[in-house]
Structures are given as structure tokens and as C-alpha cells.
């Protein structure tokens, strides 16, 4: 089975600073993709960012960028120049074909 | 926007109760599926739909069926509901098969007491 692992059940950061949200991931697949979400406190699920395994250059989607290390088989996000807009719950996951794995997700505040 | 409606957003019901929810999308997408949202647990999928009247399991299915009749609606349910349902489920659909991204509904907040 896969597995994704959030360690940073809560994470704070100043305003305009950089982030990284850290993901690790299990999966026995040769063939997967990565992806990032986004929930605001008012519940809807938004999506970040995707990297597929065979990918060999790190996803990248305006401020949001994914550290994709295959061998260690880590999917960080890193979240450039926090905005307030940016608190948020944020959710990594593995797809392969069509079952897809979410992990608990890290908590994010941006301080101002 | 990925033309995605949930409905009911709300719902409160008792145990034992069979409970229906629905998924409507607007953009002929072939792919959908189905998860629950609880504390301390993420996202599960519950079951997918890859066409019409074509589904399969996910990781948590038991206690729910689902069936898609037309492309556009794919409809989970609760034949007995029971309190370990209570959560908020989640519609989405995926524009190609694979690991590609997931568009989501906004949610149903189902409450079995």
C-alpha cells in the first residue's frame, strides 16, 4: 500500500518569508505522481502542484515549487514570499494509476 | 472552476438510515470519485468511477455503494448508515486516467447520530 507522511502537523512562518512543508512517501511503484493541496479554512480543496515520477526537473507553479528527491523519496513544498492568503491546511498525496493516498496534512500560519 | 456541485452541502440523519449523495459535474469528465474527510486522517477514497457504470473500490469502501447511470452524476451511498460515517465527503474529478490532479466539489457534511 502507499503511504504518505506529514511529520509538521503545524507550521508558522513571517510574512514575505520562505517555506517548506515537508512529504515523504512509500510506495513500491515505478510510475506515481505527487501532488499538493491546498485547504483554507473554509473547506474547499484546492490544487497546487504535481510532479509526476518520471519528472526529472522540480514542478513548479508561480511561488509554489515541489523539491522532488526520488531516492529519498521526499515531495517538499516550498511556498515562496508567504502571503496572509497563505494560512491554510495543506495536503501532499501519491497517485498511482487511479488510487490515490493523502497524508494528514500540516497547518500552516503566516504571521504578519 | 471545474464545474463540480455537491449535493446536499448539509446533512443530519440517524443510524440505520440509508443516505444518498450526489455528485454532478457539468464538463463531461470521465473520471470521478468519491472520498471522506476526517480529523487525523486526510483524505480516503472511498470508490472511483473511470465511466459510465464502470466503478471500483477504493481504500475505505466498505459500508458504500456508488453508482454512475450518466456521465455527468456519480452517486455515493449508505444503505445503514452508522456513526463511524459521520464526516465530510468529497467529490472529485480528474481530467485523464493515472496519477494526474484531482479538481474537488466543495464538500457534504454528513452527521449520523
Not at chain 1, 15 to 41: H, I, M, N, R
Not at chain 2, 58 to 79: A, I, N, Q
Not at chain 2, 85 to 110: D, K, M
Request: glycine letters at 8%; aromatic letters at 12%; charged letters at 20%.
Amino acid at each position: 500500500a502507499q503511504k504518505i507522511t506529514q511529520t509538521q502537523p503545524g507550521m508558522f512562518v513571517q510574512e514575505k518569508e520562505a517555506v517548506t512543508l515537508d512529504c515523504t512517501y512509500d510506495t513500491s511503484d515505478q510510475s506515481y505522481g505527487l501532488f499538493w493541496y491546498k485547504q483554507p479554512s473554509s473547506g474547499e480543496m484546492i490544487f497546487l502542484i504535481y510532479q509526476g515520477s518520471y519528472d526529472e526537473q522540480n514542478a513548479t507553479e508561480g511561488r509554489y515549487s515541489l523539491n522532488f528527491q526520488k531516492a529519498r523519496k521526499s515531495a517538499n513544498l516550498v511556498i515562496s514570499a508567504s502571503q496572509l492568503g497563505d494560512s491554510a491546511m495543506y495536503f501532499c498525496a501519491i497517485g498511482t494509476g487511479n488510487q490515490f493516498y493523502f497524508g494528514t496534512g500540516t497547518s500552516l500560519t503566516v504571521i504578519p | 472552476d471545474a464545474g463540480i456541485t455537491q449535493s446536499p452541502r448539509h446533512k443530519v440523519t440517524e443510524t440505520g438510515t440509508p443516505v444518498t449523495l450526489r455528485c454532478h459535474q457539468t464538463e463531461n469528465h470521465r473520471y470521478m470519485y468519491w472520498y471522506r474527510q476526517d480529523p487525523g486522517h486526510g483524505l480516503r477514497l472511498i470508490h472511483y468511477s473511470y465511466g459510465v457504470k464502470d466503478t471500483d473500490k477504493g481504500e475505505v469502501s466498505d459500508g458504500y455503494s456508488v453508482s454512475r447511470s450518466k456521465t455527468e452524476d456519480f452517486l455515493l451511498t449508505l444503505e445503514s448508515a452508522t456513526s463511524s460515517q459521520t464526516s465530510v465527503y468529497f467529490c472529485a474529478i480528474s481530467v485523464q486516467t493515472g496519477p494526474y490532479e484531482q479538481y474537488f466539489g466543495p464538500g457534504t457534511r454528513l452527521t449520523v447520530t
